[in-house]
């Protein structure tokens, strides 16, 4: 069947519990609200955006453990970054968790792709074996994706 | 009249039910696993040699799975039956007219009406709401006017309703439940005394579990002029359905969850409400006459007129392998004795109920006194889709997410919730297994 056990372990589980950058953003100039209707996942996301890039970025809301977790990397890992990059980083996301799952699942070794997925984003290989969850891990990149998208304060809801 | 439908429920459901809270008995009552045992082994997607880990499927309220009497019967449709209906006049051809009508009378007696010239095939309960809310909908009602829904509606049930509402100007009243997970029927009460051209209401809540009332909310509606609709994909495959008794208008409910094939369901039309209806798709197999009168090159025919009866809702091919999957499924259920299988059902209501109080954090969302067999629950901290994930790798199957129920989980005050359903084929043992996999998911989830 599934290999949940993969999933709820070690670095993904860590931090779906105990998510870094988890609250409001005061000085928000970027936020956009993520619903995925599957599960009812609901989860905002803020990003304070200087001279093309992110200063800071957030979420906050009620999601499941993997798009906790996945929100909480996107914080950090897009943090200094440029915008481009989250269009950017969720499409490599997006072909790291659609790659085929037929060989060994592994936490570490990165498959081969043309574009290698940062090593970062390594934490959500679990999900891969999970074909209804990547929806989840893409959750809140997605809202960032939309909140860049409108600018100013808004707040949109991902269609699925 | 329509009493008896209720107290024959409440008969049915065991008498330790009105009094004492659900589960409370489960200790003392007795075990009808052999019950679900022994129907187990109708069902290939639950046992046999090519079944290579023991399934615990506990999500019997999305869908049923099929006993191996209903495959047969679409095998045989397909092998030896298949032809379009009642358009040809070959062999074949009758055959599968033949199929299809005695599927329909098979689907009337089902449900008690008085001829199968009341029951309109259709893909399933939410194809028979849009059926009404677009035909006899668009013909009743105006703007200014009222329909009534419940907080209780699964979106199949709300949204048609909606839209009609959105599109003709009426109003969108909603009657809420108590905290229970009851109907308030002093506030339906109160809201029918404002003219009200429809009642749309679930017989049985697909996350509370709740049985409403049906009989009595009809004779309400109806004294105050409104039609009912009625929801019956979740009542249909646990109770015995008496339209008549029952008192409605329109009844629907889909074969998929009734153990029959997905893609067919039916809905009960009462007979002189079904012929003032226009039709709400056009094409071949509805059409008495189309356009014979100015059929000159250009011009638009101008006039076309619909056959009787419940032909009129079918337009194009129908799904005749699922009718005669449906009707399949239904002998396979009079097969059994219902009273047994009621009983069955209801034990493995107690003794999930007892077993999903006793884990800590787990609150059970839906109290009401007469339940169908499925609890919707939350546990303090953990996100249903994780749990279900968790329970998944230990073999056990249940359903998370709102469960096309939003208004509901609104309501409740959630965004998702977890939920197990029971089909005949369950067992006691698939409730012990839930409570394990329940321990080990908690110690992996558990905040």
């Not at chain 2, 109708?42 to 090519?50: I, N, Q, V, Y």
């Not at chain 2, 009462?270 to 014979?292: C, K, N, S, Y």
């Amino acid at each position: 069947m599934s290999e949940a056990d993969d999933l709820y372990r070690g670095a993904l589980l860590e931090r779906g519990r105990n998510p870094t950058n988890f609250g409001p953003l005061p000085h928000a100039t970027h936020s956009a609200e993520g619903y995925s209707p599957l599960c009812g996942d609901r989860l905002t996301v803020h990003a304070h955006v200087e001279d093309g890039g992110f200063a800071e970025l957030s979420f906050e809301g009620h999601a499941c453990i993997v798009a906790v977790a996945s929100a909480s990397l996107m914080t950090e890992y897009l943090a200094k970054r440029s915008t481009q990059d989250a269009q950017a980083t969720l499409d490599r996301l997006r072909s790291m968790l659609n790659e085929s799952t037929s060989a060994p699942t592994s936490t570490t070794a990165e498959t081969s792709s043309s574009e290698p997925s940062p090593s970062a984003l390594a934490v959500l290989l679990p999900v891969r074996g999970h074909p209804l969850r990547r929806r989840c891990a893409t959750l809140a990149w997605e809202a960032l994706v939309d909140a860049l998208a409108a600018p100013g304060l808004c707040s949109t809801k991902r269609r699925p | 009249m329509g009493s008896e439908t209720e107290s024959q429920l409440k008969s049915v459901q065991g008498s330790d039910v009105g009094s004492a809270p659900l589960g409370a008995s489960a200790a003392v009552a007795a075990d009808t696993s052999t019950f679900g045992e022994v129907a187990r082994r109708d069902f290939p997607a639950l046992s046999g040699d090519h079944v290579d880990r023991a399934l615990v499927y506990l999500d019997t309220a999305a869908t049923a799975q099929k006993p191996q009497v209903v495959l047969d019967a679409i095998t045989d449709y397909y092998t030896n039956a298949n032809a379009n209906v009642s358009r040809g006049i070959h062999t074949l051809a009758e055959r599968s007219t033949d199929a299809f009508e005695t599927a329909r009378t098979r689907v009337a007696d089902f449900v008690g009406c008085a001829a199968a010239d009341e029951i309109v095939f259709v893909r399933g309960t939410t194809e028979a709401a849009n059926l009404v809310a677009q035909s006899w909908g668009r013909t009743n009602v105006r703007a200014g006017d009222r329909i009534v829904v419940t907080a209780m509606e699964h979106h199949s049930n709300w949204l048609p309703w909606q839209r009609l509402c959105e599109s003709t100007g009426a109003e969108l009243v909603v009657i809420a439940t108590d905290d229970a997970g009851n109907l308030d029927i002093d506030h339906l009460t109160e809201a029918l005394e404002t003219p009200t051209k429809l009642l749309a209401v679930t017989h049985a809540s697909n996350v509370l579990g709740t049985i409403n009332p049906i009989a009595t909310i009809c004779e309400l509606a109806h004294a105050a002029n409104a039609r009912v609709f009625v929801d019956g994909a979740q009542s249909a495959p646990h109770l015995p359905i008496d339209v008549r008794a029952l008192g409605c208008d329109f009844f629907a409910f889909s074969g998929h969850k009734l153990y029959g094939p997905m893609g067919i369901g039916a809905l009960y039309v009462r007979r002189e409400i079904l012929d003032g209806m226009d039709p709400w798709q056009l094409g071949g197999g509805m059409v008495l006459e189309a356009g014979t009168s100015s059929n000159v090159e250009g011009a638009v025919p101008a006039t076309a007129s619909w056959m009787n009866g419940p032909a009129r809702f079918e337009a194009g091919t129908p799904n005749v392998a699922g009718a005669v999957g449906l009707a399949a499924a239904m002998n396979y259920l009079e097969k059994q004795d219902t009273a047994a299988r009621q009983s069955h059902e209801q034990d493995l209501l107690r003794y999930a109920t007892a077993a999903l109080e006793e884990v800590p954090g787990l609150r059970i969302l839906g109290q009401a006194e007469t339940k169908v067999a499925l609890v919707t629950f939350t546990i303090d901290g953990v996100h249903p889709h994780d749990l279900a994930t968790v329970l998944d790798s230990k073999g056990v199957a249940i359903r998370s997410g709102h469960h096309c129920a939003q208004p509901l989980h609104d309501r409740f005050g959630i965004s998702a919730s977890a939920r197990v359903s029971f089909g005949l084929y369950n067992t006691r043992t698939d409730v012990d297994c839930l409570s394990h996999a329940l321990t080990h998911a908690l110690s992996v989830l558990a905040p």
